[in-house]
C-alpha cells in the first residue's frame, strides 16, 4: 500500500484535513527527541473524540495498518517514531480537561493534554500535579502514562503511575475498557491499568486519564552543593534524608554543569567542584531552616561537601533548578547517546565506579557527562558524540559499548531504562534487565490485547 | 567608607497575586515573601565595591515588621556587616520610609545609599527621589553603573533615549536598575556566619516618624483578561483577519 492507499482508509473516518500526508507533517509527526531514526509515517492522523481512536484502530485491524500513537513526541527512546510506514496517531487534538472533583481530588484529562497544562490547572485550584521534569511544556498526560514517565520529584511523590486512578483506553484489538474508573481501592483482581502505564502504545491508544493531584508545596526551598566525590554525594544523600522529607535529590558533574552555564544560566558559586547536588524539601518552618543549615554543618565538617548555596526567592529557586533542567537541552547539539539507568540506592558509588572505569576505558576521546536522578538511584549517563565524527559511527560504538554496561547493570540486578522507556533505542537490550521466561509473559500479554500486532510493533520487544 | 542600603520585603517576583474577593488588596496570606529584586542588585553593588577595596562597610537598614528580618539575614549572608530594622508594623508608603531613611542616615552618617529604583510591591519609584530631597544629597537614578572614584561617583543611567553618565560628588544617592549587576546566591557558610552579625532594631519614635498611611487605597482590581488568540489557517486569511477584524492594515 502507498500512503495515499493508507491514508484513504481513514479517510472516510475523519476526513482529508486530519489525514495528513505532506512530507512537514511527517517530519513533525513521525519523529520524537531520539533523532536516530528517519521519520517515514505512511499518513499521520488527528483524531478528536474517543469514537474516531475506536474506528482507526479497527479500521487498521481490518486492514492490517501499523499504528504509532504519538504524545508530545519528547520521548527518550524512539517509542513514538514511525520510521516503517505506520500510521501516527497524535493526540495533540485531544487536549481537554474533561472534568474535576475537588472532594476526589481527582481531575480527567484527554490524552493529549501537556503536562504543563494539567499542572498548570492543578495550581488554579490551589493543588499540585508533582510529576515535573524538563520537558513537561512539551509532553503530554498520555505519554507520560505511555512511558510512565518519572522526574525530578520522584523522591517524593513517585512515578506516573503513582497518580493514575483510572483510564479509557482502546485496546489493540478495538475495545473500549474504562480501568478503575477513579477508584482509590478496588481489588477485583488483575489491575489493567497498570498494565497500560508504561506500555508505550503497544496495548493500545490511551485515550483519557484520570489523575490526583496532591497539595501544594509549601515554601520549597532548593540547595546546591558542590560535592567532590561520588561516594560523597551519596553520604550527602542519606544524611538529609535522615533528617529531612526531600522533594528532590539531583545531581550532576563538572561537565554538565559547563554546557549549562554556556547557555547563560548564572553560576552558584565561585569555586567549581567535580559534582553538584541538588537538594529541595518544604520549608515549613524556621525549625526545618535549622535543620538543613546543621545537615550541611555536618557535611562540611566531615568533608563531603566543599561549598553550597540556598534560594532566597522563588526567583532563585526557578534559577537553580535551571543549572539541572537545562542539561538536557544543553548538550542536545552534540547528539548525545543516552543512557538512563537505575540500582538500587545502596549500590551507586560501587555500580557508577565500574560504569565509570568500563566507559572511559571505551571512550578516551569522548565527552562523558553524568547527570540524573540520584535521589532515586537513577542516573543519565550521556556521551556525547565528537564532531568530526559521523552520527552512524559514533551510535554503533556507542551500541558496542552499551553491552558491557548493561552486564554491570545486569550483576547488580539493575534497569536498562530506568524512566524513559524502551521504545527502539533498549530493545536489544531488554533481556539485560527481564529474563527470557518474563519476556514470553509480556508477549502474551500483548497478543491478549493486541493479537494482530498493529499496536507499535518494533517497539519494546519484537514479535519473534 | 560607609555604604547605606535600605532593602524591602516584598512578595516574591515568581508568585502569581490574587486580588481580594472584596478589591481591598491583594491577598498576602500564606505567600512567599523575599527581598525586592532591586533591592537585590543594591545589595550585591555595595558587596562588589568593598571587594574592590572603594567600601569598608556596608550597612542595610529596613522598614518594616520583625519578619523581614528574614531579608535582612539574606543581605547579612551575601555580605552586608550590620543591620538595622525600623519597627513598625503598619504598611509603611514611600515618604515615611524616606523620612525614616533620613534618621538612619543622619545617625549613621554614610558616604553613599544605594537602593532599589522601586519596589515590585507598589511599583512607586519614590522612595530613593524623595530621601535624597530630604536629606539634601545629590542623586542618581536608574543606574546601570557605578564607579566610585575618591570623593565622586560615577553613575550610567538607563534614559528612554539611552544612556545618561553623571558625576555626583559625595555623600549622595544611586538607585539601581536591572541591569547593573547579576546578584550573586547566598553561600550557605555566609548564610551561617550571618547569624552572629549585628542586627539593630528602632522603634518608630526612635527615628520620629508617623508610619500611619497617607494615601488611600481605594480599590484593586485585576487586569483585564485577554482573549485567546487564534491560529489562522493561511496567510491570507491572516491579511484578511488584520484588514476587517483587527483592521490594522
Ligand atoms: C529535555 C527532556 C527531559 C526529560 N526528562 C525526563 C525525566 O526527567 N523523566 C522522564 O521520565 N522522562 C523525561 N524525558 C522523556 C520524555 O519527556 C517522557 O518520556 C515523556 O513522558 C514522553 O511524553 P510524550 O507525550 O512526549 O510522549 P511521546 O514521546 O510522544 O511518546 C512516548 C511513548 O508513549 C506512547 N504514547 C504516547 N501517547 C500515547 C497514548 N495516548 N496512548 C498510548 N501510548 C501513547 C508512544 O507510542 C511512545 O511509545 C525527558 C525528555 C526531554 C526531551
Not at chain 1, 98 to 103: D, E, G, K, V, W
Not at chain 1, 236 to 250: G, N
Amino acid at each position: 500500500m502507498n500512503n495515499t492507499q493508507v491514508a484513504a482508509i481513514f479517510e472516510p473516518i475523519l476526513g482529508a484535513e486530519r489525514c495528513l500526508t505532506d512530507t512537514a507533517s511527517a517530519e513533525q509527526y513521525g519523529t520524537d527527541w531520539t533523532k536516530v531514526w528517519e521519520p517515514a509515517p505512511s499518513v499521520v492522523l488527528l483524531p478528536e473524540t474517543l469514537e474516531e481512536v475506536q474506528a482507526i484502530v479497527r479500521a487498521a485491524n481490518e486492514h492490517g495498518v501499523a499504528l504509532v500513537p504519538s504524545g508530545g513526541r519528547t520521548g527518550l527512546s524512539a517509542g513514538a517514531v514511525a520510521a516503517k510506514g505506520e500510521a501516527v496517531v497524535a493526540m495533540d487534538r485531544m487536549n481537554k480537561v474533561l472534568s474535576y472533583n475537588p472532594f476526589d481530588r481527582a481531575v480527567k484529562v484527554q490524552a493529549g493534554v501537556i503536562t504543563q497544562q494539567l499542572q498548570e490547572f492543578a495550581e488554579e485550584k490551589g493543588l499540585f500535579y508533582p510529576v515535573d521534569f524538563a520537558s513537561a511544556g512539551s509532553s503530554q498526560i498520555g505519554g507520560n502514562i505511555g512511558t510512565n514517565a518519572g522526574g525530578i520529584k520522584v523522591i517524593r511523590y513517585g512515578m506516573t503511575r503513582e497518580w493514575v486512578s483510572g483510564l479509557t483506553v482502546v485496546t489493540g484489538k478495538g475495545d473500549v475498557l474504562e480501568l478503575n474508573n477513579g477508584l482509590m481501592k478496588n481489588a477485583t483482581g488483575y489491575d489493567l491499568r497498570h498494565l497500560f502505564i508504561g506500555s508505550e502504545g503497544t496495548l493500545g491508544i490511551i485515550v483519557d486519564a484520570t489523575i490526583q493531584l496532591a497539595r501544594q508545596p509549601e515554601n520549597l526551598t532548593a540547595l546546591v552543593l558542590g560535592v567532590n566525590t561520588f561516594d560523597d554525594i551519596m553520604k550527602v544523600l542519606h544524611a538529609f534524608q535522615q533528617k529531612l522529607d526531600l522533594t528532590a535529590f539531583e545531581f550532576f558533574s563538572d561537565k554538565a554543569m559547563a554546557h549549562v552555564l554556556a547557555h547563560g544560566v548564572p553560576e552558584p558559586f565561585a569555586e567549581r567542584t567535580p559534582f553538584y547536588c541538588l537538594l529541595e524539601f518544604e520549608q515549613t518552618s524556621e525549625a526545618v531552616g535549622e535543620t538543613a543549615m546543621e545537615l550541611f554543618s555536618h557535611c562540611l565538617e566531615e568533608g563531603w561537601v566543599l561549598d553550597g548555596v540556598m534560594s532566597q526567592s522563588l526567583q532563585q529557586l526557578d534559577q537553580l533548578w535551571q543549572l539541572r533542567e537545562r542539561i538536557s537541552e544543553s548538550i542536545a547539539p552534540h547528539t548525545p547517546y543516552k543512557n538512563d539507568i537505575s540500582v538500587t540506592v545502596s549500590q551507586v558509588p560501587e555500580f557508577v565506579a565500574a560504569v565509570d572505569k568500563v566507559v572511559q576505558e571505551a571512550y578516551p576521546d569522548f565527552e562523558i557527562v553524568w547527570f540524573g536522578h540520584i535521589g532515586d538511584g537513577n542516573m543519565h549517563l550521556n556521551i556525547l558524540k565528537p564532531e568530526s565524527l559521523p552520527k552512524e559511527e559514533f551510535f554503533e560504538r556507542c551500541n558496542e559499548v552499551s553491552k558491557w554496561v548493561f552486564e554491570i547493570v545486569a550483576k547488580h540486578k539493575g534497569s536498562i531504562s530506568a524512566e524513559h522507556g524502551v521504545g527502539m533505542t533498549k530493545k536489544p537490550y531488554l533481556g539485560y534487565s527481564r529474563s527470557e521466561a518474563e519476556i514470553a509473559y509480556l508477549k502474551a500479554i500483548k497478543a491478549a490485547f493486541d493479537p494482530n500486532h498493529i499496536m507499535n510493533p518494533g517497539k519494546l520487544f519484537d514479535k519473534e | 567608607m560607609k555604604v547605606l542600603v535600605p532593602i524591602k520585603r516584598v512578595v516574591d517576583h515568581n508568585v502569581k497575586v490574587r486580588v481580594k474577593a472584596d478589591n481591598s488588596g491583594v491577598d498576602l496570606a500564606n505567600v512567599k515573601m523575599a527581598m525586592n529584586p532591586f533591592c537585590e542588585i543594591a545589595v550585591e553593588e555595595a558587596v562588589r565595591l568593598k571587594e574592590s577595596g572603594a567600601v569598608s562597610e556596608i550597612v542595610v537598614v529596613t522598614i518594616g515588621a520583625k519578619a523581614a528580618d528574614e531579608q535582612l539575614r539574606t543581605a547579612l549572608a551575601l555580605g552586608a556587616d550590620r543591620a538595622i530594622r525600623v519597627e513598625t508594623e503598619e504598611d509603611a508608603q514611600p515618604l515615611a520610609i524616606a523620612k525614616a531613611l533620613k534618621a538612619v542616615y543622619d545617625k549613621e552618617s554614610p558616604n553613599l545609599v544605594i537602593l532599589g529604583k522601586q519596589a515590585i510591591d507598589g511599583d512607586n519609584n519614590q522612595t530613593g527621589q524623595m530621601f535624597a530631597a530630604l536629606a539634601g544629597l545629590p542623586q542618581g537614578t536608574f543606574a546601570s553603573e557605578v564607579k566610585v572614584e575618591g570623593d565622586k561617583v560615577q553613575v550610567t543611567r538607563e534614559i528612554d533615549g539611552g544612556l545618561q553618565t553623571v558625576e555626583l560628588s559625595l555623600p549622595a544617592v544611586v538607585t539601581t536598575d536591572l541591569r547593573l549587576n547579576e546578584p550573586r546566591y547566598a553561600s550557605l557558610p555566609n548564610i551561617m556566619k550571618a547569624k552572629k552579625k549585628p542586627l539593630d532594631v528602632l522603634s518608630a519614635d526612635e527615628v520620629g516618624v508617623d508610619f500611619t498611611p497617607k494615601v488611600k487605597v481605594l480599590k484593586v482590581e485585576a487586569p483585564a483578561e485577554r482573549e485567546a488568540g487564534i491560529i489562522v489557517g493561511s496567510v491570507d486569511e491572516l491579511v484578511e483577519k488584520l484588514k476587517n477584524e483587527a483592521k490594522v492594515i
